[in-house]
């Protein structure tokens, strides 16, 4: 097995964050352990289902059509690179606040075939921000 596949096995074993690969159609084709600490399904629930399973409901539209036109483009107006916070859906329910970036994946010719996301549930963090927030607003006024 060569290195560089050692090293991306190693990883996506391995990594607190979850690391998402779906294809052209939004269909999840890698899941990673840390996706499933992050969402709970694990992989054998996760794999071959729509990003529908992560995604609020009430979010859905809005990300298929940025997902499609990313498709389509091959541009994403989040721009390679960029750390997005978006809240998302644990498989219990309970919603989450997620800071991550994608990376595009083309074929040969440079057309995109599908997206990898690497996710952070900050949750935790973001009720604390909040939580500071209110504190100093409720000092100003």
């Not at 084709?29 to 729509?50: D, H, K, M």
């Not at 750390?83 to 990376?103: A, H, N, W, Y």
């Not at 994946?105 to 996710?119: C, Q, W, Y």
Request: glycine share 8%; charged share 25%; aromatic share 6%.
């Amino acid at each position: 097995m060569p290195f560089a596949r050692i090293v991306a096995d190693a990883i996506l074993a391995a990594s607190a964050d979850a690391v998402i690969a779906s294809d052209s159609d939004g269909i999840i084709r890698i899941w990673n352990p840390g996706a499933t600490r992050i969402f709970g399904f694990t992989e054998e629930e996760a794999l071959g289902q729509s990003l529908d399973i992560i995604t609020p409901e009430r979010l859905r539209a809005r990300h298929w059509d940025g997902y499609r036109k990313t498709m389509a483009t091959g541009q994403s107006r989040y721009g390679e690179g960029a750390l997005l916070s978006v809240p998302g859906i644990r498989k219990d329910g309970q919603s989450i606040s997620l800071e991550f970036t994608i990376v595009p994946l083309r074929d040969e010719e440079g057309s995109m075939t599908g997206i990898v996301a690497v996710m952070r549930d900050v949750t935790a963090r973001f009720a604390e921000v909040k939580a500071l927030r209110a504190q100093l607003a409720a000092r100003a006024a």
